[in-house]
């Protein structure tokens, strides 16, 4: 079992910057695909971002495209999502999540943060 730990959410004005973090413990061998993604209330948890083990594949929800990155480093085993140009309607609580696949153009990951509040101000 990998336990993912979010940090670095926090309030934002639009058009600012954030860069959370998510430090991976436990059988980190096995975190392969890892990825963000984020929930507002009344909504269901959505996909925002997933990168491969080596980093070599990296996917984006299209809303976030241009204005957020994801990366990794596995000596650290830190998964990490930089987001730019913040607008209101990124706020959420992105959680990290960690041995994910896809199946039926959904993502499906069986380890999750207990997430971090991200909120972004007009």
């Known amino acids: 079992q990998v336990n993912p730990v979010e940090s670095g959410g926090g309030l934002e004005q639009a058009g600012g910057s954030l860069r959370l973090s998510c430090a991976a413990s436990g059988r980190t061998d096995i975190a392969y695909v890892m990825g963000w993604f984020r929930q507002t209330p009344g909504k269901e948890r959505e996909f925002v971002a997933t990168?491969?083990?080596?980093?070599?594949?990296?996917f984006y929800e299209d809303s976030v495209k241009g204005r957020f990155t994801i990366s990794r480093d596995n000596s650290k085993n830190y998964l990490y999502l930089q987001m730019n140009n913040l607008k209101p309607e990124d706020t959420a609580v992105y959680y990290c999540?960690?041995?994910?696949?896809?199946?039926?153009?959904?993502?499906?990951?069986?380890?999750w943060g207990q997430g971090t509040q991200v909120t972004v101000s007009s």
């Open positions: 999540a960690a041995q994910c696949i896809r199946s039926n153009n959904n993502w499906q990951c069986s380890s």
């Open positions: 990168i491969s083990w080596k980093g070599d594949k990296r």
